[in-house]
């Protein structure tokens, strides 16, 4: 294994059974000289960010934050789960960050100071890999076990029989061994760190039966239970990889924001020369050039130039606006027409862009804390069924007089009866099942605890552009002249604007054939002139925005107008609207069918956003909202108690997909909002954000039916097997039988059509 590589083992049910690291795969904690990796805050006050590839779920978060605050010289403790990063602030010369690792790792989680890179090495999916091959081992050991106990079960005796165990033993015992290395691990660094989790059970129920079966073959006993250790391994593992590959798409939009970022500026100096430097080197005031094609590598104010810039970031808007002397560029936004020269007024931590990474990732660590049913299920099970095995243990050791054998053939059965495969498989094969049929109607399953949020909303909100809208311009009102759309065609052609590109469209969808004109130029800001050939040779023309073609100004317009002006005569204009999703309005009155209110928030222009609402029918709309406006609306929804589904597209919707209690994403979308939220949907439709919902209602329910099934199993199994009616062949043979129900009661969800509805 290449250094640094890790490992991290995923758990059956999360919260109380959280894994320890493995000693073995866990990165070494930092020495002193790790020093280097923590950064001056000010006033004596420094931060250090570590990679932790154990954290996994919200109880990780309460832990480590809660033990770290209570640490000496510890001003606080962050903890990132999408990012397994845990940012931590401290004083100097009271605590350093060796002390601070050696505290993370007597909690039991191994760290190293966190980078881009170590951060990457978890991207590759070593475990599931891992856990294929174990489910792999366990799976033909079991076939295989189970074939040969067949002649035992037909009344196969003494030599024959003892023949048969011995194969068994072959076979099964090589394959305990391997197969169940993600429990063993996970179980012995709970306990070696004084923590109960699912798998110490799970542990001692395999071992149980297999050492059980060993001694019963050396003594040419009846009975040997191999088939019910390896039986045990193949169902468990089953829910483990369902669950590790629910888990396992979820990323981080604050990472994904990272990719927006410049990595180099031109700096112009103060003798007026031109050089390129990396990003750290920049200081407010310095003064930059940004050229056309290249992102704003820091925020400053425009000096000199005019340019058309996608501030799609801060409004969402797909529409450039013009960027003059005097305007205020931000970090990440894209200059695309001309060349610009800035003062910068701040830079790395200090950006809009930073800002918005340090919204998301607060509202990424709000998200994490969500308990999942499965979770609080876990919190109780472990121990329970500790006890219970113990209780029978003691019981009957007290009532045979000390027969340890018998005592621990009753304590292994109900291990193994209880051992919690039904209870692993109620919610991953529920999301599995449910995942599949969302994916066939066009819905993808990033992260299982959104299917789950998902049957829990009560208010659905919406950004406007790219989400209900198709985030593409298209023509509503224009000439009928024709000569008139063979000129403005001939000059849209000479033009990269957005809006241009939607006019040639038109022309070209109306059969119309581009005037020809020559010495076309593009004035960045303002639009496209050129001068005509053949009739009125030589005059000039403009495409472009109104003020520049002298068209009269319109307020409160909720269309976006470019205007045509010929020599000698009155501006012409093509009006565009935003293409609205053909299917928006019926799936508006079905979420209110549905009992669930909506909400309109939007970063464009008031004019534009109220005409929207009004068509769609929303209850309640905002208009030119910021990021940090869309995740204060949000926060005070869920303030007033309410669970949120945010349905949003654009860089700037990221921090609110983030912090909303399940979130979704056109696949047209920016790559931090797809990352940002829990489902992205594909297609020009708005029906999927409906279909999921229906779906994930029903899939909750099949969970909650799922938990009945594996209580009541569990409520009967116990006391039989507590009072010696069981053996652990049949606990094995009554355990499988309950997963098997509650897979089938799983799949059931397969019923459902696109209109959310069993056929």
């Given at each position: 294994?290449?250094?640094?590589?890790?490992?991290?083992?995923?758990?059956?049910?999360?919260?109380?059974?959280?894994?320890?690291?493995?000693?073995?795969?866990?990165?070494r904690a930092p020495s002193m000289a790790a020093e280097r990796w923590a950064r001056d805050a000010g006033d004596g006050v420094m931060r250090v960010d570590f990679l932790a590839p154990e954290v996994s779920c919200a109880a990780c978060i309460s832990a480590i934050e809660k033990g770290l605050q209570a640490a000496p010289?510890?001003?606080?403790?962050?903890?990132?789960?999408?990012?397994?990063?845990?940012?931590?602030?401290?004083?100097?010369?009271?605590?350093?960050?060796?002390?601070?690792?050696?505290?993370?790792?007597?909690?039991?989680?191994?760290?190293?100071?966190?980078?881009?890179?170590?951060?990457?090495?978890?991207?590759?999916?070593?475990?599931?890999?891992?856990?294929?091959?174990?489910?792999?081992?366990?799976?033909?050991?079991?076939?295989?076990?189970?074939?040969?106990?067949?002649?035992?079960?037909?009344?196969?005796?003494?030599?024959?029989?003892?023949?048969?165990?011995?194969?068994?033993?072959?076979?099964?015992?090589?394959?305990?061994?391997?197969?169940?290395?993600?429990?063993?691990?996970?179980?012995?660094?709970?306990?070696?760190?004084?923590?109960?989790?699912?798998?110490?059970?799970?542990?001692?129920?395999?071992?149980?039966?297999?050492?059980?079966?060993?001694?019963?073959?050396?003594?040419?006993?009846?009975h040997a239970y191999f088939d019910a250790s390896v039986s045990l391994l193949f169902f468990l593992l089953i829910g483990r990889y369902l669950d590790h590959r629910t888990r396992g798409m979820a990323r981080s939009a604050a990472a994904e924001l990272s990719a927006?970022?410049?990595?180099?500026?031109?700096?112009?100096?103060?003798?007026?020369?031109?050089?390129?430097?990396?990003?750290?080197?920049?200081?407010?005031?310095?003064?930059?050039?940004?050229?056309?094609?290249?992102?704003?590598?820091?925020?400053?104010?425009?000096?000199?130039?005019?340019?058309?810039?996608?501030?799609?970031?801060?409004?969402?808007?797909?529409?450039?606006?013009?960027?003059?002397?005097?305007?205020?560029?931000?970090?990440?936004?894209?200059?695309?027409?001309?060349?610009?020269?800035?003062?910068?007024?701040?830079?790395?931590?200090?950006?809009?862009?930073?800002?918005?990474?340090?919204?998301?990732?607060?509202?990424?660590?709000?998200?994490?804390?969500?308990?999942?049913?499965?979770?609080?299920?876990?919190?109780?099970?472990?121990?329970?069924?500790?006890?219970?095995?113990?209780?029978?243990?003691?019981?009957?050791?007290?009532?045979?007089?000390?027969?340890?054998?018998?005592?621990?053939?009753?304590?292994?059965?109900?291990?193994?009866?209880?051992?919690?495969?039904?209870?692993?498989?109620?919610?991953?094969?529920?999301?599995?099942?449910?995942?599949?049929?969302?994916?066939?109607?066009?819905?993808?399953?990033?992260?299982?605890?959104?299917?789950?949020?998902?049957?829990?909303?009560?208010?659905?909100?919406?950004?406007?552009?790219?989400?209900?809208?198709?985030?593409?311009?298209?023509?509503?009102?224009?000439?009928?002249?024709?000569?008139?759309?063979?000129?403005?065609?001939?000059?849209?052609?000479?033009?990269?604007?957005?809006?241009?590109?939607?006019?040639?469209?038109?022309?070209?969808?109306?059969?119309?054939?581009?005037?020809?004109?020559?010495?076309?130029?593009?004035?960045?800001?303002?639009?496209?002139?050129?001068?005509?050939?053949?009739?009125?040779?030589?005059?000039?023309?403009?495409?472009?925005?109104?003020?520049?073609?002298?068209?009269?100004?319109?307020?409160?317009?909720?269309?976006?107008?470019?205007?045509?002006?010929?020599?000698?005569?009155?501006?012409?204009?093509?009006?565009?609207?935003?293409?609205?999703?053909?299917?928006?309005?019926?799936?508006?009155?079905?979420?209110?069918?549905?009992?669930?209110?909506?909400?309109?928030?939007?970063?464009?222009?008031?004019?534009?956003?109220?005409?929207?609402?009004?068509?769609?029918?929303?209850?309640?709309?905002?208009?030119?909202?910021?990021?940090?406006?869309?995740?204060?609306?949000?926060?005070?929804?869920?303030?007033?108690?309410?669970?949120?589904?945010?349905?949003?597209?654009?860089?700037?919707?990221?921090?609110?997909?983030?912090?909303?209690?399940?979130?979704?994403?056109?696949?047209?979308?920016?790559?931090?909002?797809?990352?940002?939220?829990?489902?992205?949907?594909?297609?020009?439709?708005?029906?999927?954000?409906?279909?999921?919902?229906?779906?994930?209602?029903?899939?909750?329910?099949?969970?909650?039916?799922?938990?009945?099934?594996?209580?009541?199993?569990?409520?009967?199994?116990?006391?039989?097997?507590?009072?010696?009616?069981?053996?652990?062949?049949?606990?094995?043979?009554?355990?499988?039988?309950?997963?098997?129900?509650?897979?089938?009661?799983?799949?059931?969800?397969?019923?459902?059509?696109?209109?959310?509805?069993?056929?």
């Amino acid at each position: 294994m290449a250094d640094g590589a890790v490992i991290a083992q995923e758990p059956l049910l999360r919260g109380a059974c959280c894994p320890a690291p493995t000693p073995e795969l866990t990165p070494r904690a930092p020495s002193m000289a790790a020093e280097r990796w923590a950064r001056d805050a000010g006033d004596g006050v420094m931060r250090v960010d570590f990679l932790a590839p154990e954290v996994s779920c919200a109880a990780c978060i309460s832990a480590i934050e809660k033990g770290l605050q209570a640490a000496p010289g510890v001003e606080s403790a962050r903890v990132n789960l999408s990012m397994k990063r845990v940012g931590v602030t401290y004083r100097s010369g009271e605590t350093s960050v060796d002390e601070i690792a050696r505290r993370l790792e007597g909690m039991g989680y191994g760290v190293k100071p966190f980078d881009a890179t170590a951060f990457q090495s978890l991207e590759t999916d070593a475990v599931g890999r891992a856990l294929l091959a174990c489910l792999a081992v366990a799976g033909f050991a079991a076939a295989n076990v189970m074939l040969l106990s067949v002649s035992v079960w037909s009344g196969a005796v003494d030599a024959t029989r003892d023949l048969m165990h011995w194969l068994s033993a072959l076979i099964a015992l090589p394959a305990v061994a391997f197969a169940g290395r993600p429990f063993y691990r996970s179980a012995w660094n709970a306990l070696r760190v004084g923590r109960l989790n699912m798998d110490v059970p799970i542990t001692l129920a395999v071992l149980l039966a297999a050492g059980v079966s060993l001694f019963e073959t050396a003594h040419s006993g009846h009975h040997a239970y191999f088939d019910a250790s390896v039986s045990l391994l193949f169902f468990l593992l089953i829910g483990r990889y369902l669950d590790h590959r629910t888990r396992g798409m979820a990323r981080s939009a604050a990472a994904e924001l990272s990719a927006l970022a410049a990595s180099a500026a031109a700096l112009v100096t103060p003798g007026g020369t031109k050089r390129l430097v990396a990003i750290e080197e920049l200081s407010p005031g310095d003064l930059i050039e940004v050229a056309p094609g290249e992102r704003i590598p820091a925020d400053g104010e425009v000096l000199d130039g005019v340019s058309d810039m996608d501030r799609s970031m801060v409004t969402g808007e797909t529409t450039p606006e013009t960027a003059r002397p005097g305007t205020i560029a931000h970090a990440g936004m894209m200059n695309l027409t001309g060349l610009l020269r800035l003062r910068v007024s701040a830079t790395e931590d200090g950006t809009l862009l930073a800002e918005i990474a340090r919204m998301i990732e607060a509202a990424e660590r709000g998200a994490n804390r969500y308990t999942r049913l499965a979770d609080r299920a876990a919190r109780i099970y472990a121990p329970g069924v500790h006890l219970i095995a113990l209780t029978a243990f003691i019981g009957w050791m007290v009532w045979t007089g000390g027969d340890w054998r018998v005592s621990v053939m009753i304590a292994s059965a109900l291990l193994i009866i209880t051992c919690p495969c039904a209870l692993g498989l109620a919610v991953p094969a529920v999301q599995a099942t449910a995942g599949g049929v969302l994916f066939r109607n066009g819905v993808l399953v990033k992260d299982g605890a959104a299917l789950e949020k998902l049957g829990e909303i009560d208010t659905v909100v919406f950004d406007k552009t790219g989400t209900l809208t198709l985030g593409r311009p298209r023509l509503v009102d224009g000439p009928s002249d024709p000569k008139t759309w063979c000129l403005a065609a001939g000059l849209a052609e000479a033009s990269r604007h957005p809006l241009s590109r939607a006019l040639l469209a038109a022309a070209t969808d109306r059969g119309v054939q581009p005037e020809r004109v020559e010495n076309a130029s593009e004035h960045p800001g303002a639009g496209v002139e050129a001068t005509r050939v053949g009739a009125d040779a030589g005059s000039r023309v403009r495409l472009g925005r109104g003020d520049w073609c002298g068209a009269p100004e319109l307020s409160g317009d909720a269309l976006t107008r470019v205007w045509l002006h010929v020599e000698g005569r009155d501006p012409v204009a093509f009006a565009f609207e935003d293409e609205m999703r053909a299917d928006a309005a019926s799936v508006m009155a079905s979420l209110k069918e549905l009992g669930l209110n909506t909400l309109l928030l939007s970063g464009d222009r008031e004019s534009v956003v109220s005409v929207a609402a009004a068509r769609l029918g929303v209850d309640a709309w905002r208009a030119e909202l910021t990021p940090a406006n869309k995740l204060a609306a949000l926060k005070a929804l869920a303030d007033e108690g309410r669970k949120v589904l945010m349905v949003g597209d654009g860089i700037n919707d990221a921090p609110a997909l983030a912090a909303a209690h399940v979130s979704m994403s056109p696949a047209a979308a920016a790559d931090v909002s797809r990352a940002a939220a829990g489902m992205v949907f594909t297609g020009d439709a708005l029906a999927p954000v409906a279909f999921a919902h229906k779906v994930s209602r029903t899939a909750r329910t099949r969970a909650l039916q799922n938990f009945a099934i594996a209580a009541g199993y569990n409520a009967m199994a116990i006391p039989l097997a507590m009072f010696g009616f069981v053996t652990p062949l049949i606990a094995a043979l009554a355990m499988s039988g309950s997963s098997i129900v509650v897979t089938l009661n799983a799949v059931r969800l397969r019923s459902l059509n696109a209109e959310g509805h069993s056929r």
